[in-house]
């Protein structure tokens, strides 16, 4: 596998160059992209996208939009996995917006209710909410799903090396705010924890010890 290491320019919206509080738990997400060109490149081109800036003097702030003049869409992971191989696009030491789903302030010091503001109970005991500054987050490409078991593959091969602990937790995107990612690891038609995420978290795990 090859490892890029290709950050988003400092001060872009997807990249707002806060540090990590600590690394609690490494969150897994999947690209739900299936063209074939949607790959760990394409991913970082897209993260590093264009956008605008115009200060709103009602707010005292600039508000960003896409080029495109629609608000802009916040999103990123520390890393974007393919079949054959990976893309780092944030110092590991920083947040991306991976996994938070809502801007401040819901996701500060919301109640402990399941599915508040977006938001489960996990989310709130783990990390106070403030999911973004707690984890790592990891993009699986679904852009060539026959190839899926190498990305996994590719994806303990990049653990081991970059975002190692079995101190810290493993946890679907679904697990925090019951969005459906990765989507090949969550099945809600079964009443279980989805086999599949158990197999691969098993694998990922013992890979660690
Ligand atoms: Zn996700």
Redesign the pocket.
Known sequence: MVINEKFIELGHPNRPGIKLKRVIAR????T?NFNLSATDEMHEKYMGRKFKKIWNSKTNRYDIFEVNGKPFVFGG?HVYIDKDSATITAPLDEVVW??GDRQMPYQIHTPNIEGYKGQRKLAYTLFNNMNNSYTW?I?LCMNDMNNWDKVLDNAIEFVKIYMPGLDKYDL???DL?N?I??SPFVNLKIKEVDPRWVEFRNRLRSALS
């Open positions: 969150i897994w997400h999947g739900a992971a991976g996994c987050n993009e679907r995107h679904y705010t969005k990612c990765p």
